[in-house]
């Protein structure tokens, strides 16, 4: 009887014993599982981390630019006061005081944007606004005369200083399509005239001018 007990108390025990070892593996199995969940999370915070680090250095490479072109802006600005300072007193002084009554009132002056171009080059053209648009007249007029009479561009600082209105990108296009027949005529030392808006002119060995007067004398093709 004592060993069917005891066969019994050991019968007991394997069955707690699987008990255990079924419980150890279902908490292994838990605890396995959410390991993984939380490797996942913890990567997926530092996929997270990683794009937001990215965005800050992208942020404070934006303001940095963003400085830089404010300083820029500043800096210009301060050029552009100068340069009005220096063309009120200047075009008058060249053009003749007497064509200029009044003040000149210029709003703004800047040189074109773009990069700066070698010194063996010629420079960027300075960009000037003036508040009366027959100032802007007189003057293309008054420098257009002066340089007929002194058969010659203007000058400052012995380089020379040449007088054009504001064109629009389309007008400067146009234009531009002269620019082969122009190398040909300066090639055989014909003299000619790029005519505003975009009128080609050309003065014939007898002294006649063909062209003007709104008639192209040499249209580029496909225009």
């Not at 209105?165 to 389309?170: F, G, N, V």
């Amino acid at each position: 009887m004592a060993a069917a007990a005891q066969q019994h108390l050991s019968g007991g025990d394997s069955l707690i014993l699987q008990e255990i070892r079924n419980g150890n593996q279902a908490l292994s199995s838990k605890l396995d599982s959410k390991t993984a969940e939380i490797n996942q999370s913890i990567s997926g915070l530092k996929s997270m981390l990683d794009k937001l680090s990215s965005r800050v250095t992208e942020a404070e490479d934006r303001i940095g630019t963003a400085e830089d072109q404010l300083v820029d802006l500043d800096s210009r600005v301060l050029r552009g006061k100068r340069s009005c300072k220096l063309f009120v007193n200047w075009i008058p002084a060249t053009l003749g005081q007497e064509h200029f009554t009044e003040p000149l009132i210029i709003e703004r002056a800047h040189r074109a944007f773009g990069p700066r171009p070698p010194a063996d080059q010629r420079p960027r053209p300075v960009l000037i606004r003036l508040l009366k648009c027959q100032d802007r007249d007189k003057i293309l007029r008054i420098a257009a005369q002066r340089s007929r009479e002194n058969k010659g561009p203007i000058k400052y600082d012995g380089k020379p200083v040449l007088f054009f209105p504001d064109l629009s990108a389309s007008l400067v296009k146009r234009r531009k399509e002269y620019d082969r027949v122009k190398t040909e005529l300066r090639s055989k030392d014909i003299p000619f005239a790029l005519l505003h808006p975009a009128t080609l002119r050309i003065t014939l060995p007898d002294g006649n001018t063909k062209g003007g007067g709104g008639i192209p004398a040499w249209t580029p093709a496909g225009t």
